[in-house]
């Protein structure tokens, strides 16, 4: 039975979430409190539903277990927070008409029932709550205070991230009616009963780690970039003697590398840096490693360190016109053609090798050898012979290590390494699997033109794939004198790479070959004018061609 079976989904109402003695904890380093107003406007939308429906279903909560009834919020904080001031929203109301002398004694009681339920126990000396759900560092006091009060905070500076707590308040304070206690008291009841939310209890990290995957993979997204951040500021600190400004500016480090980089590309570039130094995991193996890496205070801080290194490093590999790349040389055009080509292919298997070269490793003009050396094999290895990529990951990765331990010095070490040469598809096997190489070229007119565009380029013509246009030979939906030369094979052979060359632009549609042929022979692109020389467009010609194309693959991208 799986990890996910075990911990056994429980459907549980915010009233028995919070029900008896249970407590929430926000890990210290999770993300703040976000929520703006048009995630408030989503959820009073739900609110309002109630009144049509039954229930509302909130989403999954999954926490990690830290004592018989205290929990650790791996996800889920944002909803458990928002609907904690939804009520105490509500409480106010009651508040007030305490204040006015209304039902005062039945509405104490209203007040004292609800704050011990959902909220929490004031402290007999302090007066101040002690909240059921606790936040993280910069959120905390300021919760409990608006906890305690009832009321936002007359501070100056507030932070962004406790100003939006102040208007999430005051959002719902301003919404929710009611003409006495009774009514409000109602209304907290309705939504506590009938708001549920899906509940998932792990026992350790590595389990929540696994909870994160398997909800990810059912389209449940989460944040897995918390629960490491969790990790790695929490063994930093594990000593308490790292200062509230020290932590501050660690902080900052990590939020510029996730908005640097974006969630989703965050996990595949921890995972990237990981395999410069390391040997090879799977994303599932990531939390695992990262935790044996850094498990001291001094192992975490130089692993966040490092973060910040390589992340603009790896956000300019996604982004070929990333400023960054001015920096690196004079032949940024180069960089910048190799990687359109990966990102157009969604190549990303060169990564790990082209981080650890560009960290004060390699030369500038060493690294575009090497960067031209993984496109070339790139589109041998990945586009045209479509072999998988697991033995490639395995390959970049020794070869990481060795440019990161500096066995590896020059471009020339790379392509002649035994992992490189095994991968790489002699002319052989790269011109069998081109000369029926297919792509479906409606959905990937771009790719096509791209690789066309390199072709051309070869016989010596400076050309930029945006500026041609996709001829099929044989056209689409073909007219009957189409059938006529290809048979019912037509429909077949549209989207071979054969049938397609460039033109200036595309007039021609569905005309027949001989109207075409007067066309392609006066074009500028080479591989128009070779098409033009047949005498008739057949399946015998688009062979022969689609050959003659291929020799021509072969030269264009060569490692010598």
């Known amino acids: 039975m799986s990890d996910f079976m075990l911990m056994s989904p429980a459907n549980q109402t915010f009233s028995e979430l919070f029900s008896n003695s249970v407590k929430y904890v926000i890990p210290r380093f999770q993300r703040d409190y976000a929520w703006d107003q048009e995630h408030l406007e989503d959820l009073w939308a739900d609110i309002k539903t109630l009144e049509q429906e039954g229930e509302h279903y909130m989403g999954y909560i999954v926490l990690q277990k830290k004592g018989e009834r205290e929990f650790e919020v791996i996800d889920g904080q944002q909803r458990l927070v928002t609907f904690s001031f939804v009520v105490l929203a509500a409480m106010k109301k009651i508040q007030n008409f305490i204040d006015h002398g209304l039902e005062v004694d039945e509405n104490k009681k209203r007040l004292s029932v609800f704050k011990e339920r959902l909220i929490g126990s004031t402290n007999p000396v302090t007066l101040k709550v002690e909240n059921k759900l606790s936040l993280n560092r910069n959120n905390h006091r300021y919760f409990r205070e608006i906890c305690s009060r009832m009321k936002v905070l007359n501070e100056r500076r507030v932070s962004k991230t406790n100003s939006l707590l102040d208007k999430t308040f005051v959002f719902f304070v301003n919404r929710i009616k009611g003409k006495n206690g009774s009514e409000v008291a109602k209304f907290i009841e309705n939504i506590i009963s009938r708001m549920v939310f899906t509940k998932i209890v792990t026992h350790d990290n590595i389990n929540a780690y696994k909870v994160f995957e398997t909800l990810n993979a059912r389209g449940v ?66 939390f695992k490693s990262v935790k044996q890496i850094a498990h001291t205070p001094e192992l975490a801080n130089q692993y966040l360190v490092s973060l910040k290194d390589y992340a603009p490093i790896y956000a300019a590999l996604l982004n070929p016109n990333d400023e960054w790349w001015k920096s690196q040389g004079n032949d940024v055009s180069s960089i910048r053609h190799y990687l359109q080509g990966l990102q157009l292919f969604k190549i990303k298997q060169p990564f790990s090798v082209l981080m650890a070269a560009l960290f004060d490793k390699f030369t500038d003009e060493e690294f575009v050898k090497a960067l031209k050396y ?46 490189f040469k095994k991968l790489y598809p002699d002319d052989r096997e790269f011109k069998n699997a081109f000369e029926f190489y297919k792509m479906p070229s409606q959905q990937s007119s771009k790719k096509i033109r791209f690789l066309l565009t390199e072709i051309e380029k070869s016989f010596g013509r400076e050309l930029n794939y945006l500026d041609t246009t996709l001829e099929h030979i044989c056209p689409y939906n073909p007219t009957q004198t189409w059938y006529e030369d290809f048979g019912k094979e037509a429909n077949e052979i549209v989207d071979r790479l054969g049938n397609m060359i460039l033109l200036e632009k595309d007039e021609l549609k569905r005309a027949d070959f001989n109207t075409k042929k007067k066309i392609y022979l006066t074009s500028s692109f080479k591989l128009a004018r070779k098409v033009g020389g047949y005498d008739i467009w057949d399946l015998a010609n688009l062979n022969h061609y689609q050959q003659w194309l291929a020799d021509q693959a072969i030269k264009t991208w060569k490692v010598d």
């Open 221 to 286: 997204k989460l944040s897995t970039p918390d629960l490491l951040k969790n990790h790695i500021f929490s063994t930093i600190s594990s000593n308490d003697d790292v200062s509230d400004e020290t932590l501050d500016v660690l902080d900052e480090d990590w939020s510029t590398i996730v908005a640097q980089l974006g969630e989703n590309d965050f996990i595949d570039f921890m995972r990237y840096h990981h395999n410069i130094q390391k040997q090879l995991i799977t994303k599932k193996g990531l």
């Open 374 to 419: 993984l496109y070339i094999l790139s589109i041998r290895y990945n586009v045209i012979c479509r072999f998988s990529p697991n033995d490639q990951e395995k390959a970049y990765n020794k070869i990481a290590m060795n440019v990161f331990n500096d066995t590896y010095i020059r471009a020339s070490h790379i392509k002649n390494s035994k992992e």
